[in-house]
């Protein structure tokens, strides 16, 4: 099968081939036709996510290289293990990426994602960046039909991770309305289901003019300049004294410092994004504004089952997607790193 794989961490993606392996057991082997670029893959490329200052913590010891990234996968059923044969051939799912050890309590209650020995596809197994990806087990595969093919492997990352996010936000929005910060291509999905999801006012913010007039044109109110000075005082007058919720979708320290300044007495700010930094409030603050602070890491599997219902519904409007070959895999990570992607680049092996 044909890869593009890291060979050196800081360095570009190069092409790679390898057997094609056959499913055993539970395993079954999907035909890759689409898998989505992410933003984490370029920490996982750099080999660090940035603590702030000159911390920085190492995530090199995950994998073996030559490896091979990208979770949002797409695809078409190609063969099985003999224990597998529930899923048929030439069948069209997404897979479920964030793959726990299966033995642990934390995967015994449904939280894969957050187990501490995972098997995540294209994190620390190899990924979609291929021909083709090897799945261990039916259940992480979910019907694809009625959704477009190019949408249903970014589903499996920004799209739950959106989807998941908001979710967690709607407890909040009795202290105001809703604020989303960071419209990359998780950040445009989580607006999406905001939209699903809550009758609630929707505000936006970004430093990028053209994403936030992708996000008025997608059904946000509002779109505030992030990098304004006179940002916080105008969503605070629009909203009569803040958000009930900042769900923070970039993650960088400027960005959650921006996202906790807009919220409420009695909200909550939502961290989300990789970007990296380290953040600092004074702690009296956090019982005088009755203030939360939570990280949102991706979704369970019967968040991607709900999540997916919801996009079969035809309630979620598609965001922009280009589609580019497997062999621009290492310049799509490149414009992603230069902020030059508006929605989601999408490979398509």
Not at 73 to 82: K, L, M, Q
Request: aromatic share 6%; hydrophobic share 40%.
């Amino acid at each position: 099968m044909l890869r593009q794989s890291l060979i050196e961490y800081g360095k570009p993606l190069q092409a790679t081939e390898a057997e094609t392996p056959s499913p055993e057991g539970t395993e079954v082997l999907l035909r890759v036709s689409h898998c989505g670029v992410c933003h984490s893959d370029l920490h996982l490329q750099d080999g660090y996510f940035s603590l702030g200052g000159e911390q920085t913590l190492d995530v090199r010891g995950l994998r073996a290289l030559p490896f091979t990234f990208g979770h949002e996968i797409a695809g078409t059923v190609e063969a099985t293990g003999p224990e597998a044969q529930s899923v048929a051939i030439g069948k069209r799912c997404a897979a479920y990426p964030w793959i726990g050890c299966g033995a642990c309590s934390v995967c015994a209650r449904g939280d894969e994602h957050l187990c501490n020995q995972p098997r995540a596809l294209g994190i620390t197994v190899d990924g979609g960046y291929a021909s083709h990806v090897l799945v261990p087990h039916p259940r992480y595969l979910l019907d694809a039909e009625g959704i477009a093919p190019e949408i249903a492997g970014p589903l499996m990352c920004s799209g739950l991770t959106g989807y998941s996010a908001i979710k967690k936000a709607l407890m909040y929005l009795r202290s105001g309305p809703l604020l989303i910060v960071g419209l990359g291509g998780v950040g445009m999905m989580g607006l999406q289901f905001a939209r699903a999801l809550t009758d609630a006012p929707i505000l936006a913010a970004d430093i990028d003019p053209a994403k936030r007039d992708a996000a008025l044109k997608l059904g946000a109110k509002e779109a505030f300049d992030a990098a304004d000075p006179g940002a916080r005082k105008a969503i605070t007058r629009a909203t009569g004294g803040g958000v009930g919720a900042a769900v923070d979708f970039a993650g960088s320290d400027r960005s959650l410092q921006f996202a906790q300044s807009v919220v409420a007495k009695g909200g909550a700010a939502i961290v989300v994004g990789l970007f990296g930094g380290s953040f600092a409030l004074p702690v009296p603050m956090f019982p005088l504004r009755a203030l939360a602070i939570m990280g949102s890491y991706v979704g369970s599997p019967a968040e991607a089952r709900e999540m997916m219902e919801l996009v079969r519904g035809g309630k979620i409007a598609p965001i922009p997607v280009e589609t580019r070959p497997l062999d621009a895999t290492s310049r799509s990570l490149d414009d992603l790193r230069a902020g030059k992607v508006v929605g989601r680049l999408v490979i398509t092996p």
